[in-house]
C-alpha cells in the first residue's frame, strides 16, 4: 500500500510551466469532490485556474454518476476552475482537451497513453486517468471546473480486485512519478490546449486528440443515454462528437455515452 497523502508544494510549483493556472493550490487531505472544492473556491473569488488536490474524496465522481476513488499517496485528485471568458463556442471539446493534457502528461514521464473517446486515458487498453468536467454559470459568466483522477503511484495489489484487470498506474507502466510532478505537468499540458481553443483552433485540438486514439476504423458500441449505438468508429465532428458508420453505409454522430469495442453478439456494423 501506498504512503499517505503527502504534498510538497514548492516541487509542484517549481515544475509548474504555466501561467496561470495552478499557482494558487490547495492541497487537502480529505474532501468530498475536488471539483465541488474548486467551484466553491472560485465563487469566492479567488483567481482564473485555482486549483485543490486532495488525498482522498468521500463522494469523487466520475462522468454519469460514477464514483471516484483513489489511494491517499497513490493516486492524483485534482480539479482546477476557471473563466471561460468567451469561448462558448470551444466548451464542449474542454473535455477533450483535457484527457489530451493527461495523455501528454504521461509522455513526459516515458509513458504512451491513448485516449478513448470522450476522455478517458489508457496505457495498454487499461485505463489510467479520468476526467470529469462540469460547466456552471457564475456572477461572472461561464465557469469550467476540470476535475482528473490519475493513478500515479499504484502498485496492481492497491486496487480493488475487480480493477485489477482493466487499470494500470504509471508506476505500473515503469515510471517512478510525484504526485506533484504528475499534477503539474497536467496543467502544464493543458492550458495552451485552453488557449488554442480560445484562439478557435479547435481543429488542431482536435486532429491532436484524434491521434492519439487507437479505435479509428474499429467497430466499437456506444452505450449512450438513449440506447446503444453499433457502428464504425470513423472520426470526430468539429464538435467532438463521435462519428460512426453504420450497417448499410450511412453515419451517425454521437454526442455523449461509453465506447465499448466490438458489437454485441449477433448483430454486424
Excluded at 237 to 250: M, N, S, T
Amino acid at each position: 500500500m501506498a504512503d499517505a497523502f503527502r504534498w510538497n508544494q514548492a516541487r509542484f510549483v517549481d515544475r509548474l510551466a504555466t501561467r496561470d493556472f495552478g499557482f494558487l493550490t490547495f492541497a487537502l487531505p480529505e474532501v468530498e469532490s475536488t471539483n465541488d472544492e474548486a467551484i466553491e473556491s472560485f465563487e469566492d473569488d479567488l483567481p482564473h485556474g485555482v486549483t485543490i488536490v486532495a488525498g482522498a474524496q468521500t463522494r469523487g465522481r466520475g462522468r454519469s454518476g460514477r464514483s471516484w476513488s483513489q489511494v491517499p499517496g497513490a493516486g492524483l485528485a485534482m480539479s482546477f476552475a476557471f473563466h471561460a471568458r468567451g469561448a462558448a463556442g470551444s466548451l464542449a471539446l474542454v473535455p477533450l482537451a483535457a484527457g489530451l493534457a493527461v495523455a501528454r502528461a504521461a509522455g513526459v514521464f516515458g509513458v504512451r497513453a491513448s485516449l478513448k473517446w470522450p476522455n478517458d486515458v489508457l496505457v495498454g487498453g487499461r485505463k489510467l486517468a479520468g476526467v470529469l468536467c462540469e460547466m456552471r454559470r457564475g456572477a461572472s459568466g461561464e465557469v469550467v471546473v476540470v476535475g482528473v483522477g490519475m493513478n500515479v503511484r499504484h502498485a496492481a495489489a492497491d486496487f480493488p480486485a475487480e480493477l485489477r484487470e482493466t487499470a494500470t498506474s504509471l508506476a505500473i507502466a515503469g515510471a517512478d512519478v510525484a504526485l506533484e510532478d504528475a499534477a503539474a505537468e497536467v496543467l502544464n499540458a493543458f492550458e495552451p490546449l485552453w488557449e488554442a481553443l480560445q484562439r478557435g483552433e479547435r481543429a488542431a485540438v482536435l486532429d491532436a486528440w484524434s491521434e492519439r486514439a487507437a479505435f479509428w476504423g474499429e467497430p466499437v458500441t456506444v452505450r449512450t443515454p438513449a440506447g446503444p449505438v453499433t457502428g464504425v468508429a470513423q472520426r470526430l465532428d468539429p464538435g467532438g462528437g463521435l462519428v460512426l458508420r453504420l450497417e448499410g453505409g450511412a453515419e451517425t454522430t454521437v454526442l455523449a455515452g461509453d465506447v465499448e469495442p466490438g458489437v454485441p453478439v449477433g448483430r454486424e456494423p
